[in-house]
């Protein structure tokens, strides 16, 4: 069963934006927190953004921090991250995720085990 679908990735310059979309469901936008993770050729797979799934409380990373956000339209049952003033570093297959963690948040990627998309990948290139 598929609970979560990304989509938005492709090839931008350095410097420009692109937003990535997570769409999912109720059942998840209500209960679970949803991160957002990236892994780069030869890297480990890290969080770059979390969502809570009560109060929608973010966080980040240093390395995105002022550049990514994530929101979420609950009508829509979508997930997103704007992702402004990209580097050639950010380039990556991006993943959302979602885990029960009570109000809580988590940029390890070992702290979700529930769902994962299937990823989208990002190039930032000139």
């Known amino acids: 069963q598929v609970r979560l679908v990304e989509s938005g990735g492709g090839l931008v310059q350095p410097g420009e934006s692109l937003r990535l979309s997570c769409a999912t469901d109720?059942?998840?936008?209500?209960?679970?927190?949803i991160g957002w993770f990236r892994q780069a050729p030869g890297k480990e797979r890290e969080g770059v953004a979390c969502i809570s799934s009560e109060h929608g409380s973010t966080y980040y990373p240093d390395s995105v921090k002022g550049r990514f956000t994530i929101d979420r339209d609950n009508a829509k049952n979508t997930l997103y991250l704007q992702m402004n003033s990209l580097k050639p570093e950010d380039t990556a297959v991006y993943y959302c995720?979602?885990?029960?963690?009570?109000?809580?948040?988590?940029?390890?990627?070992?702290?979700?085990?529930?769902?994962w998309g299937q990823g989208t990948q990002v190039t930032v290139s000139s």
């Open positions: 109720t059942v998840i936008l209500d209960h679970y927190a």
């Open positions: 995720a979602a885990e029960l963690l009570d109000d809580d948040c988590s940029l390890h990627p070992l702290d979700f085990s529930h769902y």
